[in-house]
């Protein structure tokens, strides 16, 4: 891995936490609260300025509820192109109430086609 593509990591990794973050409507100084970290590195960790340790990881995903699973979840770029590839990176940085939307739209879609073929 380049220093280049390490600090890409970096700095998605601190996007997917402001994101988590402000979706559960936390400020930084909350999120900080929570975690046992400062506020100032809060923010830096978001920025991708700095290069979190395991145990920082591990505070931040304590302060945010969350499982380190669901941080790294969909994180890295997608290599195949697939149907539910695509379909997973149009919504993976759409809110949480637009994803359980497109969740209700999807079963409905798949309800119907199943009871299409009954008939």
Known sequence: MTDESKSELVKRIGERIRKIRKEMNLSQE???ERSGLHTNY????????????????EKVVGGLHISLEELFRYIGPMEQKDALSQIIELLVERSSVDQEMVLRILISILEWEDKKHIL
Do not use: C, M
């Open 42 to 57: 809060v923010g830096q960790v978001e920025r991708g300025e700095k290069n979190l340790t395991l145990e920082t990881l």
């Open 30 to 32: 909350q999120l900080a």
